[in-house]
């Protein structure tokens, strides 16, 4: 049995597996994030980012492919985490109480993620693999739409819901926990988590009900 295998094989290496691709993918998300603000400063400052993101094909190419290995490794962990956690059900109620300190984010962890699944697949199929007409016209005409906005503004929710609770969960699987500074961790994840899910949210919004957006 190979490294990664013995890793999956432990509860623990699971978690360690999950915290480590689960910072990854919000480093990413971050990173999306930092780029896609130049969209508040206009068109042209928007199309001049999409234009450098073209320069950088091939680099994009093999960050992709690197992002996709990661992601079905969460995935995959993820599930084998759930199903782990479904057969220990019975345990798990038998000790459970109003003081379990279980958050919504916690509570709808699997769910989240599963809806996170289903809007990158929609994201992509609509913005990545499709160039008919540039970035900013496809933004601006697919989120206009009041069904598409919705649906960006639900799954941007559950982005929030996932991330807040994910990236203290990460930690605590990587052992930076301390009674000292749990609280403040745990709080500066929410925090981070409602700062990324509310610039995200700006854009289905702008695009929903300011007619000039990105004109």
């Given at each position: 049995?190979?490294?990664?295998?013995?890793?999956?094989?432990?509860?623990?290496?699971?978690?360690?597996?999950?915290?480590?691709?689960?910072?990854?993918?919000?480093?990413?998300?971050?990173?999306?994030?930092?780029?896609?603000?130049?969209?508040?400063?206009?068109?042209?400052?928007?199309?001049?980012?999409?234009?450098?993101?073209?320069?950088?094909?091939?680099?994009?190419?093999?960050?992709?492919?690197?992002?996709?290995?990661?992601?079905?490794?969460?995935?995959?962990?993820?599930?084998?985490?759930?199903?782990?956690?479904?057969?220990?059900?019975?345990?798990?109620y038998a000790?459970?109480?109003?003081?379990?300190?279980?958050?919504?984010?916690?509570?709808t962890m699997?769910?989240?993620?599963?809806?996170?699944?289903?809007?990158?697949?929609?994201?992509?199929?609509?913005?990545?693999?499709?160039?008919?007409?540039?970035?900013?016209?496809?933004?601006?005409?697919?989120?206009?739409?009041?069904?598409?906005?919705?649906?960006?503004?639900?799954?941007?929710?559950?982005?929030?819901?996932?991330?807040?609770?994910?990236?203290?969960?990460?930690?605590?699987?990587?052992?930076?926990?301390?009674?000292?500074?749990?609280?403040?961790?745990?709080?500066?994840?929410?925090?981070?988590?409602?700062?990324?899910?509310?610039?995200?949210?700006?854009?289905?919004?702008?695009?929903?009900?300011?007619?000039?957006?990105l004109g």
């Amino acid at each position: 049995m190979g490294w990664l295998g013995r890793t999956l094989n432990s509860s623990i290496g699971k978690k360690t597996v999950m915290a480590v691709t689960g910072l990854s993918l919000g480093l990413f998300v971050a990173a999306h994030l930092a780029g896609l603000t130049s969209i508040f400063r206009g068109r042209v400052a928007f199309a001049a980012y999409a234009d450098r993101l073209h320069d950088l094909a091939l680099l994009l190419r093999l960050g992709e492919i690197f992002l996709l290995v990661v992601f079905l490794l969460h995935i995959t962990v993820g599930l084998l985490l759930f199903l782990e956690n479904r057969r220990a059900k019975p345990i798990r109620y038998a000790v459970r109480n109003s003081a379990s300190g279980q958050t919504w984010g916690s509570q709808t962890m699997p769910y989240t993620g599963l809806c996170l699944l289903l809007f990158l697949g929609y994201h992509l199929a609509s913005f990545s693999l499709n160039d008919y007409a540039p970035i900013d016209v496809l933004l601006r005409e697919s989120l206009a739409q009041p069904a598409t906005g919705t649906f960006y503004l639900i799954a941007l929710l559950a982005l929030g819901l996932h991330l807040s609770h994910g990236l203290w969960s990460s930690l605590q699987s990587l052992g930076l926990s301390h009674p000292k500074y749990d609280q403040f961790l745990e709080s500066g994840g929410v925090g981070i988590s409602v700062f990324i899910t509310t610039l995200f949210s700006l854009i289905p919004i702008l695009a929903l009900f300011w007619p000039g957006f990105l004109g």
